[in-house]
């Protein structure tokens, strides 16, 4: 198994609360991303990073913020959440270089909100 | 639209009968890579196979890629009632930096 580590794994929230989802990773690994997925649905990358101090937003517009201070830790950040949020919130790692290498993922954080 | 679409979207099988999912994608690319999903769980990488391989296995799977055709198929041979899971393809992205996953195969493998 792959030691990527999401907390908390479950939130039920009311409205308007700042939210931090965390992921630590213990790989080494440069790049990470995050994805929000819908129950059964496809994935949507959110945002990612090549490496500390590097962070990239993805392809689904988000409302929320990333940071990458530490190569280990890539939290993500909800400054005001909305029921709109309310989906399962996926990290992942991978090595670096080119190309799309193997992801490794974390159980996922599933983020309710009221 | 998405890079890789799987078919079919559902799956039902008796335990011990072969799975076979279809994944197609739009663009060229480096690799294509399966994984696996449990409910409420994270994806697990199953296999990666490269633009210049055919053919790869990995114990019970099989992977074939089709580059003429845009097209993936993933093998679960002697599947199980463990191997019920939501299966995703996934293909590169532009520049080869991002992954773009389909949609998913839920599987269901009755005992």
């Known amino acids: 198994e792959a030691d990527i580590y999401q907390t908390p794994r479950y939130l039920v929230i009311g409205t308007g609360k700042k939210i931090t989802l965390e992921c630590s990773q213990t790989m080494g690994h440069d790049k990470m991303y995050w994805y929000q997925q819908d129950p059964g649905m496809e994935l949507h990358l959110i945002h990612y990073s090549y490496g500390v101090n590097s962070t990239e937003k993805g392809d689904l517009s988000s409302e929320s913020t990333v940071s990458r201070i530490r190569t280990e830790h890539f939290p993500l950040t909800l400054e005001s959440a909305r029921p709109s949020h309310t989906s399962q919130y996926l990290c992942?790692?991978?090595?670096?270089?080119?190309?799309?290498?193997?992801?490794?993922f974390g159980d996922g954080t599933r983020l309710s909100i009221l | 639209s998405q890079q890789g679409e799987e078919d079919p979207q559902a799956l039902s099988i008796q335990e011990g009968e072969n799975a076979t999912m279809n994944c197609s994608y739009k663009t060229s690319i480096n690799n294509l890579q399966w994984y696996r999903q449990n409910s409420g769980r994270g994806l697990v990488h199953l296999i990666l196979?490269?633009?210049?391989?055919r053919e790869k296995h990995s114990g019970r799977l099989r992977v074939t890629l089709d580059t003429s055709k845009k097209s993936s198929s993933l093998l679960i041979t002697a599947s199980r009632a463990a191997d019920t899971a939501s299966y995703f393809c996934?293909?590169?992205?532009?520049?080869?930096?991002?992954?773009?996953f389909g949609a998913g195969t839920r599987l269901f493998v009755k005992a």
């Open positions: 196979i490269r633009s210049n391989e």
């Open positions: 992942a790692s991978s090595e670096g270089g080119g190309g799309n290498q193997p992801q490794h």
């Open positions: 996934a293909t590169d992205g532009a520049g080869g930096f991002k992954t773009i």
